[in-house]
């Protein structure tokens, strides 16, 4: 079947993008038509404004109470924020229209159209909003401010006004018999569509945040070309020398800590292994229920059974003190001693029993007859376990092995911000906790956020990176892949 | 002959035994390792506090009493956190299964426009990511932070789950699909009626270890909730006690001034982060039980591929 390219056709198309583009621009906070005072949030886009009349109201309670504003004009704001949304729904709906046959897309640019209205509807009272803003008796305390979004959404209504007009007389009309109909590729495609817009939210937006690295950016002012600094922290983290000792200590931390789990790696697999030789199903169960527990509770309740056991009244000095090994007690929890090793048996703890499972599950996958064989050739058990357990185990252990050196910079921020006390800073700030405490914890300057996000953006290229050799590595050693 | 393989069986025994001891002494200190902690915590939240507090209670209970469990009622930020704890886990399950089970099925028809680009856009998001300070200011911009939401949208479109269930729906027999669409079904009733009902085991799976993972998340409640100290989870709570200095024992008995005899039978710092532990702790054990028959399918979470 051969598409036909007509007017009505690329006009249809246009207009798909731009219902699109449309809907998109709700959510871009320097488009907001609802900004009509520089005391509502900066970074609130319009859908946020529409969905939350807290993110309008809550910075004029003062101006509330001294009368510089009404609450009728705070309520004027957000009713039109609220209108312009629902015109931003109808565009939505509209667009899923568009898709339609004849009829569908007829009733879809009646809701554009209607969508146009509304939106001048919501747009025109943004503008009163404006206007009893600029009333007011203290214009230095509540900063009425005129958002260009709201011409700007003036205009996008009045251009989806009149592409849905164009598009009315040019489109055929529907047969008098033809029912709604939507193809079912774009039926398919509108259902998921929805959770299309989360992945973009949610995990391709935030690369948009990679430019933060090349702004002098405070938190809560904007990105403007004034405080553009292009590659400034990136010399920065070079040159500056107390950065450069902390990344290399961090480094330290990291690669320590990474390192001591690469070292071994083997154990859940010798776990297994000598757990299989035990004979009795019941043992064999009883000791994996156990040990996989902790798996399952949080890095604060580990932390929570540390504090238990090893701060000053715990189970380790009681026990200490009874076999007359020390005279007092000591707090161990918060000594910075030996933390990589405490970590790594932590993480330990938590994690043997349920890296097992994986390979126990493999254990009795093994085929019996191999074992046969073996008996008939004369091999012992240790021979049985070392010639036929460990080789059948292999494929998995090395699949493990190569994600979890593309992981040597992703120690997690769980453990390491659980157990963080101001004493063992220095040798427990692995990379995720050194980006967290300087940009979000309470220790970074003014600099940090820019300084973070770079460090984050290295670490991500890097596992990127990483990612792909291993990936390559296993392809070229056993030909399959692992991604 | 004979006896020699007899001295050779005996010999075989003798190492076997001696294997098999040192293997199950290992084996149950290693297990009694696991658990005595938790016993630990369990027993320290039930004798009396005075002991508790002068660390004499190491491996038995003494003056047994559920007095700390009873008061933690008393404590409306906990109680209220708990609320939002449960909250949070049953929405966000519920969300997160529906939605993975949703995708996980459209991904699945060869009709749907762009299908491969679609599916591989999600999976990739497994890969990399932009980083906590970029993550934290989008969801900030897009009003997230400070809002119950917070916890449930950004969790929504988990790419692990949405493999496993594409790959169980592939596993069924395609005739039950299309037998439907033959007597008229849309997609919708087709996923409702007939797709739904037969991804039990799986979806199963994926909510016990979404659930865990709701439940024990607490980075999220510290990045995002920060000013809203109404939405902090139970494991957020229990981070903020176990690193504060001040006696939080003055949190429960309404901020009054404590004489020295409260302060020996009080209930000090320690008793009151050990019982709040347990508490939080609770919920994971009891449910433990049911979850274990998933662990099989919940490895192959680490080990499908998009």
């Known amino acids: 079947m051969v598409k036909r390219v007509s007017f009505p056709n690329v006009l249809l198309v246009i207009f798909r993008i731009y219902l699109a583009a449309v809907f998109m621009a709700a959510f871009v906070p320097n488009l907001n038509p609802a900004r009509v005072s520089g005391m509502i949030n900066r970074s609130a886009s319009l859908f946020t404004n529409a969905i939350s009349y807290s993110n309008i109201g809550s910075n004029f309670v003062r101006a509330l109470d001294r009368g510089w504003v009404t609450s009728q004009t705070l309520f004027v704001t957000y009713i039109g924020?609220?209108?312009?949304?629902?015109?931003?729904?109808?565009?939505?709906?509209?667009?899923?229209?568009?898709?339609?046959?004849?009829?569908?897309?007829?009733?879809?640019?009646?809701?554009?159209?209607?969508?146009?209205?509304?939106?001048?509807?919501?747009?025109?009272?943004?503008?009163?909003?404006?206007?009893?803003?600029?009333?007011?008796?203290?214009?230095?305390?509540?900063?009425?401010?005129?958002?260009?979004?709201?011409?700007?959404?003036?205009?996008?209504?009045?251009?989806?006004?009149?592409?849905?007009?164009?598009?009315?007389?040019?489109?055929?009309?529907?047969?008098?018999?033809?029912?709604?109909?939507?193809?079912?590729?774009?039926?398919?495609?509108?259902?998921?569509?929805?959770?299309?817009?989360?992945?973009?939210?949610?995990?391709?937006?935030?690369?948009?945040?990679?430019?933060?690295?090349?702004?002098?950016?405070?938190?809560?002012?904007?990105?403007?070309?004034?405080?553009?600094?292009?590659?400034?922290?990136?010399?920065?983290?070079?040159?500056?020398?107390?950065?450069?000792?902390?990344?290399?200590?961090?480094?330290?931390?990291?690669?320590?800590?990474?390192?001591?789990?690469?070292?071994?790696?083997?154990?859940?697999?010798?776990?297994?292994?000598?757990?299989?030789?035990?004979?009795?199903?019941?043992?064999?169960?009883?000791?994996?229920?156990?040990?996989?527990?902790?798996?399952?509770?949080?890095?604060?309740?580990?932390?929570?059974?540390?504090?238990?056991?090893?701060?000053?009244?715990?189970?380790?000095?009681?026990?200490?003190?009874?076999?007359?090994?020390?005279?007092?007690?000591?707090?161990?929890?918060?000594?910075?001693?030996?933390?990589?090793?405490?970590?790594?048996?932590?993480?330990?703890?938590?994690?043997?029993?349920?890296?097992?499972?994986?390979?126990?599950?493999?254990?009795?996958?093994?085929?019996?007859?191999?074992?046969?064989?073996?008996?008939?050739?004369?091999?012992?058990?240790?021979?049985?376990?070392?010639?036929?357990?460990?080789?059948?185990?292999?494929?998995?252990?090395?699949?493990?092995?190569?994600?979890?050196?593309?992981?040597?910079?992703?120690?997690?921020?769980?453990?390491?911000?659980?157990?963080?006390?101001?004493?063992?800073?220095?040798?427990?700030?692995?990379?995720?906790?050194?980006?967290?405490?300087?940009?979000?914890?309470?220790?970074?300057?003014?600099?940090?956020?820019?300084?973070?996000?770079?460090?984050?953006?290295?670490?991500?290229?890097?596992?990127?990176?990483?990612?792909?050799?291993?990936?390559?590595?296993?392809?070229?050693?056993?030909?399959?892949?692992?991604? | 002959m004979k006896e020699r393989k007899d001295s050779l069986y005996l010999k075989r025994t003798i190492s076997d035994l001696a294997f098999t001891t040192i293997n199950g002494l290992f084996f149950t200190v290693f297990t009694l390792l696991c658990i005595f902690p938790i016993y630990y915590l369990f027993i320290n939240t039930i004798s009396e506090n005075r002991l508790v507090t002068a660390g004499k209670i190491n491996l038995y209970p003494i003056g047994i009493h559920f007095q700390n469990y009873t008061a933690l009622l008393n404590a409306n930020e906990l109680i209220n956190s708990a609320y939002i704890s449960v909250l949070r886990t049953v929405l966000g399950t519920v969300f997160m299964v529906l939605t993975s089970a949703l995708v996980g099925y459209l991904v699945t028809q060869n009709k749907l426009l762009g299908r491969k680009v679609i599916y591989r856009a999600i999976v990739i998001t497994m890969y990399f990511n932009a980083g906590l300070i970029p993550w934290f200011l989008n969801i900030n911009m897009l009003g997230l932070t400070n809002n119950f939401w917070g916890y449930i949208i950004p969790a929504l479109v988990q790419p692990f789950n949405i493999i496993l269930v594409k790959t169980y729906i592939e596993s069924l027999p395609k005739e039950l699909e299309e037998s439907a669409f033959i007597d008229g079904a849309g997609y919708l009733v087709v996923f409702g009626r007939i797709i739904l009902p037969l991804c039990k085991p799986i979806l199963a799976t994926i909510a016990v270890f979404g659930a865990v993972g709701h439940w024990n998340s607490f980075i999220d409640s510290i990045i995002l909730m920060g000013g809203e100290p109404k939405l902090y989870t139970l494991q957020h709570r229990l981070y903020i006690y176990l690193n504060t200095a001040s006696n939080i024992g003055k949190i429960i008995q309404g901020g009054g001034q404590l004489s020295e005899a409260d302060i020996a039978s009080a209930l000090s710092n320690r008793v009151i982060s050990l019982t709040v532990a347990m508490v939080t702790m609770i919920p994971i054990l009891m449910v433990y039980p049911f979850m274990q028959r998933f662990f099989q399918k919940g490895l192959m979470l680490g080990a499908v591929k998009g």
């Not at chain 1, 029912?179 to 937006?205: H, I, Q, T």
């Not at chain 1, 902790?294 to 009874?322: H, Q």
């Open chain 1, 81 to 483: 924020a609220l209108v312009c949304g629902l015109a931003i729904v109808l565009i939505a709906a509209a667009f899923c229209l568009c898709f339609g046959n004849n009829r569908m897309r007829r009733l879809g640019l009646i809701f554009s159209s209607a969508a146009s209205l509304v939106g001048f509807a919501g747009a025109s009272l943004l503008l009163t909003a404006y206007n009893l803003f600029s009333n007011t008796s203290n214009p230095d305390r509540v900063e009425p401010l005129f958002p260009m979004g709201i011409w700007v959404f003036f205009g996008l209504f009045a251009l989806t006004l009149l592409l849905s007009a164009a598009l009315w007389f040019t489109l055929p009309k529907a047969d008098k018999n033809e029912k709604y109909e939507l193809a079912p590729k774009y039926r398919l495609f509108l259902m998921l569509l929805p959770f299309l817009v989360l992945v973009a939210l949610f995990s391709y937006l935030p690369l948009m945040g990679w430019r933060y690295a090349f702004y002098d950016y405070r938190a809560g002012f904007p990105l403007t070309w004034d405080n553009f600094v292009g590659f400034k922290w990136f010399t920065y983290l070079v040159n500056n020398p107390a950065t450069r000792a902390n990344i290399m200590r961090v480094m330290t931390n990291t690669f320590a800590m990474s390192g001591l789990g690469l070292a071994f790696s083997w154990l859940p697999l010798a776990f297994a292994v000598f757990l299989s030789e035990m004979r009795s199903n019941k043992y064999k169960r009883v000791v994996q229920t156990f040990t996989t527990i902790p798996n399952f509770i949080s890095w604060v309740l580990v932390y929570s059974v540390a504090f238990a056991i090893f701060s000053t009244e715990g189970f380790l000095n009681w026990a200490l003190m009874n076999l007359g090994l020390i005279e007092e007690g000591a707090n161990h929890l918060i000594s910075s001693s030996n933390m990589w090793i405490k970590m790594f048996a932590w993480g330990t703890w938590k994690g043997l029993g349920w890296g097992a499972i994986i390979y126990l599950a493999s254990i009795s996958s093994i085929d019996p007859m191999l074992y046969e064989a073996a008996t008939v050739d004369g091999a012992g058990r240790f021979s049985k376990m070392w010639h036929v357990t460990v080789p059948g185990l292999l494929p998995t252990f090395f699949v493990l092995l190569l994600l979890s050196i593309s992981n040597i910079l992703n120690n997690g921020l769980e453990q390491y911000l659980a157990f963080q006390n101001p004493l063992n800073k220095g040798s427990i700030e692995v990379l995720d906790l050194y980006i967290y405490n300087l940009g979000l914890g309470n220790t970074g300057g003014g600099s940090s956020i820019p300084i973070a996000t770079l460090i984050g953006i290295l670490k991500s290229v890097i596992s990127v990176t990483l990612l792909f050799c291993a990936n390559s590595a296993s392809k070229f050693l056993r030909g399959e892949t692992i991604i």
